[in-house]
């Protein structure tokens, strides 16, 4: 079974509005932390956010924040006020225990003028 | 701090040949991997290290080697190079959970290695 899904195909978002994009991740280890990652056009990888699994409230940095369900097992990341700028390939990760970091397959984002 | 660093960017090679991609980090960080992304697969481990010394296997390690001689270094040798490790080679870095307190164990990649074997 794949610890990290990301089913949504493609994503298009009309520039300054808001854009959630899914991750669901299984795991059985009660601490764990949820990551996600932008990779643009030009192939870096760029952290953007974490959560970990006891954190009470959800995590926000700037204009990302992460809607964390913990009984639903997702880890949606929401992009406020998109920006051209944010068009990019989009990945979530997880990490459990100690453990190695595991990549769910990713999810193209464009953001339209 | 210069952060995670990869050598070279770019390189194409012949069925059959070696290499050595190399990696290095000044951030002190115990904690480094090497992953491969392909399309549509995102990012795959291939080996990671605990600490100098120290090297386990991740998801898909056949077809390389690596080596821990000190923190700073991590190099990914290819023994023999085949069309299907023609792929994009990623190698991260993050402190271990023995080094700080937990929850500020990101990894941070470095610009990534395109390597294509004809």
């Known amino acids: 079974a794949q610890k990290i899904t990301q089913t949504q195909p493609g994503m298009f978002v009309q520039e300054k509005e808001a854009v959630t994009l899914d991750c669901t991740y299984d795991t059985s280890d009660p601490s764990y932390g949820l990551f996600w990652y932008k990779q643009p056009s030009s192939g870096e990888m760029i952290f953007l956010i974490y959560q970990g699994s006891y954190d009470q409230q959800n995590a926000t940095e700037g204009r990302y924040s992460l809607n964390f369900q913990k009984a639903r097992k997702s880890a949606n990341l929401v992009i406020s006020a998109s920006q051209l700028g944010d068009s990019a390939m989009y990945f979530c990760a997880m990490r459990e225990g100690h453990s190695k970091l595991t990549f769910g397959k990713g999810i193209t984002l464009s953001v339209r003028p | 701090n210069a952060g995670v660093t990869q050598t070279p960017k770019f390189q194409v090679l012949k069925t059959g040949q070696s290499m050595t991609l190399q990696c290095a980090q000044d951030m002190n960080h115990e904690y480094m991997s090497w992953y491969r992304q392909d399309p549509g697969m995102g990012l795959r481990l291939i080996h990671y290290?605990?600490?100098?010394?120290?090297?386990d296997q991740g998801e898909v390690p056949n077809g390389y080697n690596v080596s821990r001689s000190t923190t700073e270094d991590f190099p990914l040798r290819l023994l023999s190079a085949a069309p299907s490790q023609t792929s994009v080679y990623f190698c991260?870095?993050?402190?271990?959970?023995?080094?700080?307190?937990?929850?500020?164990?990101?990894?941070?990649f470095g610009p990534g290695t395109r390597l294509t074997v004809l």
């Open positions: 991260a870095s993050s402190y271990s959970p023995g080094q700080i307190t937990w929850g500020t164990d990101t990894q941070y």
């Open positions: 290290s605990v600490g100098a010394g120290i090297t």
